[in-house]
């Protein structure tokens, strides 16, 4: 399993315990108890990165044996027999495939190293070969060591570790991912015109490696952070030990990112692409080994997704008393979210208008201008700025259209209001003339009102119209 895991320490206000929360722990999960979806997941989304044809991916995936430069020439064939006699004679440690037994034991020269950053020209200059040999045999055998009692110097332990790396019978970064590693140090950014430019697209390589190490076996994963960590220490206290992570990309890249039995004719032109890429790494070493939060929430989701991939305990824990208690106040929390989030909606809404009334307001007057603020009067006054109180319309005078109501003006000199009812009401008896009496008789008058009542109306309209014409005379003759 993966030993190196981050944490972050969670205080919830709900608890009386603070909880240790592991980001990528269903990654972990997933990785472990069904690893072919995992693999399925991450490489998916890997070829989306990166252009891999039908061979590397399959070489990527493990389906196919790794097809690797230099296997096919007979130049190198003297180098490659020489390097598989070095390896017959395996040890516990050094020589063998990388176990967590190994990793324990190398791990006492990587924390040694940590205490030994300032010796200049670390992991460059060589050691003593009698101390190492001695240091190597301790290391194979399990032998207790003591590297804090002098007796052996910061080269010594440098040279040793890059021993190790070299010994192995394939490189950390393996053989399955070179061609990925080649991809990858390919990645660049695009123009405005979506051509490739010559300078590296940082988001996206750090991207792919994160995917990468992702399906890397979990003892390389492990000896590699603790690798890496200790480059970018190192690099980091280059004042000192005259160590850039250039440098020591130099020293480090045939040991965990070259083919084995390959010699420098072998890569060519991919030489430069590798030893970049294992200086980028050294580099971004912070960030390479934390899931990508897409993968975190996939992985979340296959386990709470749905009942099915409910563990029991999940199911225990899920219907624990506790649980069962933070339920309402959960409720309660996500409620004030939700009211605190529409008030800010509402805010920055008033704000825009707000801005946008005054933008309006400052234009030079013009047709457009005017037209602007006829708009603006015609929404709801709460949501024009400036004014905080609503103002209801002032009521219309209601004016009398019929022939009666003319002549007592004309007669009178007193404007005579009529209030008028809406227009969805049955109108008035008294107002009923013979084109309503006409239409009623059509369409079906109401059952309260008979045919004699409208009549009856019909011969008071015409008495009080009589009334008015006599009125009218007597006044004339009045007046002469």
């Known amino acids: 399993s993966d030993a190196i895991c981050n944490f972050v320490i969670c205080n919830d206000s709900f608890r009386s315990q603070p909880i240790i929360f592991n980001p990528d722990f269903f990654v972990e999960k997933l990785r472990h108890e069904k690893p072919e979806v995992f693999t399925e997941l991450v490489v998916s989304n890997i070829t989306r990165l990166i252009d891999l044809p039908g061979a590397e991916l399959a070489q990527l995936m493990g389906e196919e044996d790794p097809k690797l430069p230099g296997t096919n020439s007979t130049a190198s064939g003297f180098f490659r027999s020489l390097m598989s006699?070095?390896?017959?004679?395996?040890?516990?440690?050094?020589?063998?495939?990388?176990?967590?037994?190994?990793?324990?034991?190398?791990?006492?020269?990587?924390?040694?190293?940590?205490?030994?950053?300032?010796?200049?020209?670390?992991?460059?200059?060589?050691?003593n070969s009698i101390r190492q040999q001695i240091l190597k045999d301790a290391l194979n055998s399990g032998t207790d060591i003591d590297?804090?009692?002098?007796?052996?110097?910061?080269?010594?332990?440098?040279?040793?570790?890059?021993?190790f790396l070299g010994e192995l019978p394939e490189p950390l970064l393996t053989h399955k991912h070179f061609h990925a590693h080649l991809k990858i140090a390919d990645l660049t950014l695009f123009d405005e015109k979506g051509n490739k430019t010559s300078t590296p697209d940082k988001e996206r390589q750090i991207e792919a490696l994160q995917l990468l190490f992702l399906i890397l076996p979990a003892p390389n994963r492990s000896l590699l952070k603790l690798l890496l960590d200790l480059l970018y220490q190192t690099a980091k206290k280059q004042d000192k030990n005259k160590m850039s992570a250039h440098n020591l990309a130099l020293m480090f890249a045939p040991h965990i990112l070259?083919?084995?039995?390959?010699?420098?004719?072998?890569?060519?032109?991919?030489?430069?692409?590798?030893?970049?890429?294992?200086?980028?790494?050294?580099?971004h070493s912070q960030k390479l080994f934390k899931a990508p939060v897409y993968i975190r929430e996939c992985a979340r989701?296959?386990?709470?997704?749905?009942?099915?991939?409910?563990?029991?305990?999940d199911l225990d824990l899920l219907t624990s008393p506790g649980s069962k208690e933070l339920?309402?106040?959960?409720?309660?929390?996500?409620?004030?979210?939700?009211?605190?989030?529409?008030?800010?909606?509402?805010?920055?809404?008033?704000?825009?208008?707000?801005?946008?009334?005054?933008?309006?307001?400052?234009?030079?007057?013009?047709?457009?201008?005017?037209?602007?603020i006829r708009q603006f009067n015609k929404h709801?006054?709460?949501?024009?700025?400036g004014s905080d109180v609503p103002t209801s319309p002032a009521p219309r005078r209601a004016r009398s259209r019929s022939f009666s109501g003319l002549i007592k003006r004309k007669v009178l000199g007193t404007p005579v209001i009529l209030?008028?009812?809406?227009?969805?009401?049955?109108?008035?008896?008294?107002?009923?003339?013979?084109?309503?009496?006409?239409?009623?008789q059509k369409c079906g008058s109401p059952a309260h009102m008979s045919q004699t009542k409208l009549k009856s109306l019909e011969g008071r309209k015409e008495e009080s119209s009589r009334r008015m014409r006599a009125l009218l005379l007597s006044k004339d003759s009045s007046s002469l």
């Open 85 to 127: 006699l070095k390896r017959k004679e395996k040890g516990v440690v050094f020589g063998s495939p990388l176990t967590e037994e190994g990793i324990a034991q190398v791990s006492q020269l990587i924390e040694y190293l940590h205490k030994n950053l300032r010796a200049e020209g670390l992991f460059r200059v060589p050691g």
């Open 147 to 163: 590297l804090d009692s002098g007796e052996f110097h910061s080269n010594d332990v440098a040279t040793l570790l890059k021993m």
């Open 258 to 283: 070259w083919p084995r039995n390959v010699t420098a004719n072998d890569l060519q032109e991919n030489i430069t692409k590798l030893n970049n890429g294992v200086t980028f790494m050294i580099k």
């Open 301 to 313: 989701l296959h386990y709470l997704g749905s009942r099915a991939h409910t563990s029991k305990d």
């Open 327 to 372: 339920q309402p106040l959960k409720s309660q929390k996500r409620s004030r979210l939700d009211s605190c989030h529409q008030e800010e909606t509402q805010q920055r809404t008033e704000e825009a208008l707000k801005e946008l009334f005054r933008h309006v307001h400052n234009m030079p007057d013009s047709a457009k201008k005017k037209k602007l």
């Open 380 to 385: 709801s006054t709460t949501l024009t700025p």
């Open 419 to 440: 209030e008028r009812k809406s227009r969805d009401t049955t109108p008035e008896p008294a107002r009923v003339s013979k084109e309503n009496v006409q239409l009623l």
